[in-house]
T-cell receptor, first 115, second 116 residues
Framework: GAGVSQSPSNKVTEKGKDVELRCDPI?????LYWYRQRLGQGLEFLIY????????KSGLPSDRFSAERTGESVSTLTIQRTQQEDSAVYLC?????????????FGPGTRLLVL | DQQVKQNSPSLSVQEGRISILNCDYT??????FLWYKKYPAEGPTFLIS?????DKNEDGRFTVFLNKSAKHLSLHIVPSQPGDSAVYFC???????????????FGQGTTLQVKP
């Protein structure tokens, strides 16, 4: 079946503009995660969704970052008033299990460059 | 505070030899560990995992070892193949902790180059 898909694959924007990134998880996967990978670094957790539960937003770096998820499907990550330090690859992952040891499957990422 | 550390940014091995990638962690609440492999311009792909109740898990050419007392895990690839050349990330989760969301904490990655 189809894996996790993300769009756009690349995004170049000017400092101060808003951007919206999209993630389509694997069908049937209840949990959805957003991570960020800055150049030369590991993946950094941003936010987690599970069904109708309140999302875990503990990784969001500032209030310029927000995310939504419609039921158990598509999610969008929005960055308002982008800054150059927001430049990174934004990765989405989905998992069948919400708690514990569900393996997370990643999309190809959106490469964001803020000029 | 880096809870998961991969202290070797790169590793080069000859085809057919063993590759050993190391990872250290500091959080004793971690009880599930994973290795992911990442090619350029692609998302990480799951490779192998291990629960803290085990000290070894093997899948084909890949074996993960966990030493809980040392808070250390390693990934062994044998024999190494040129197609194994990629960035390898270790990740940890406090998977069974009450209320935990299963979020993964990643190391910085180790770039493995397998030379033909």
């Amino acid at each position: 079946g189809a894996g996790v898909s993300q769009s756009p694959s690349n995004k170049v924007t000017e400092k101060g503009k808003d951007v919206e990134l999209r993630c389509d998880p694997i069908s049937g996967h209840t949990a959805l995660y957003w991570y960020r990978q800055r150049l030369g670094q590991g993946l950094e957790f941003l936010i987690y969704f599970q069904g109708n539960s309140a999302p875990d937003k503990s990784g969001l770096p500032s209030d310029r970052f927000s995310a939504e998820r419609t039921g158990e499907s598509v999610s969008t990550l929005t960055i308002q008033r982008t800054q150059q330090e927001d430049s990174a690859v934004y990765l989405c992952a989905s998992s069948l299990l919400s708690l514990g040891v569900g393996t997370q499957y990643f999309g190809p990422g959106t490469r964001l460059l803020v000029l | 505070d880096q809870q998961v550390k991969q202290n070797s940014p790169s590793l080069s091995v000859q085809e057919g030899r063993i590759s050993i990638l190391n990872c250290d962690y500091t959080n004793s609440m971690f009880d599930y560990f994973l290795w992911y492999k990442k090619y350029p311009a692609e998302g990480p792909t799951f490779l192998i995992s291990i629960s803290s109740i085990k000290d070894k898990n093997e899948d084909g050419r890949f074996t993960v070892f966990l030493n809980k007392s040392a808070k250390h895990l390693s990934l062994h690839i044998v024999p190494s193949q040129p197609g194994d050349s990629a960035v390898y990330f270790c990740a940890a989760s406090a998977g069974s902790s009450s209320g935990n969301t299963g979020k993964l904490i990643f190391g910085q990655g180790t770039t493995l180059q397998v030379k033909p």
